[in-house]
C-alpha cells in the first residue's frame, strides 16, 4: 500500500524558513509526478509546486523565487519530496500537502490541479506569525 508521509511543519516567524519533507512509502516506482499543495479552511486546495521525474519544475505565482521543490529517493527507492520555504509571510500559513500522481509517466501539467494526483499525505501545518 502506498501512503506518503509529511513532515517538517511549524511555525515561524515572518520572513523565516520551514523546510517539508514528503516520504513515499510502500513503493520503488519513479515515473511519479509529485505536488504540494495547500489549504486553509474555507478555500479550495491550491497547488503550490511540482516536479516531474525529470526534475523539471513548476511553481504558482504566489511563491516563486521563494520555495523551491525537489526531489531524490532514498536507499530502498523510495521516492522522497521536498519543499524549501524561504520568506515566508503570513499568507503562506496553511495545511501543506505532498501528492503524487501515478498516471502521467512522470510528467506533471504545468497547470497542475488536485484532481491530476492519486495519492496524497496528511497534511502537515505551517504556521506564519507577523
Known amino acids: 500500500q502506498v501512503q506518503l508521509v509529511e513532515s517538517g511543519g511549524g511555525s515561524v516567524q515572518a520572513g523565516g524558513s520551514l523546510r517539508l519533507s514528503c516520504a513515499i512509502n510502500?513503493?520503488?516506482?519513479?515515473?511519479?509526478?509529485m505536488g504540494w499543495f495547500r489549504q486553509v479552511p474555507g478555500n479550495e486546495r491550491e497547488g503550490v509546486a511540482a516536479i516531474d521525474t525529470n526534475g523539471r519544475t513548476t511553481y504558482a505565482e504566489s511563491v516563486k523565487g521563494r520555495f523551491t521543490i525537489s526531489r531524490d529517493y532514498a536507499e530502498n527507492d523510495e521516492t522522497k519530496l521536498y519543499l524549501q520555504m524561504n520568506s515566508l509571510k503570513p499568507e503562506d500559513a496553511a495545511m501543506y500537502y505532498c501528492?503524487?500522481?501515478?498516471?502521467?509517466?512522470?510528467?506533471?501539467?504545468?497547470?497542475?490541479?488536485?484532481?491530476?494526483?492519486?495519492?496524497w499525505g496528511q497534511g502537515t501545518q505551517v504556521t506564519v506569525s507577523s
Open positions: 501528492a503524487a500522481d501515478p498516471a502521467g509517466g512522470g510528467y506533471c501539467r504545468a497547470d497542475f490541479v488536485p484532481e491530476d494526483f492519486g495519492y
Open positions: 510502500g513503493s520503488t516506482y519513479r515515473r511519479y509526478c
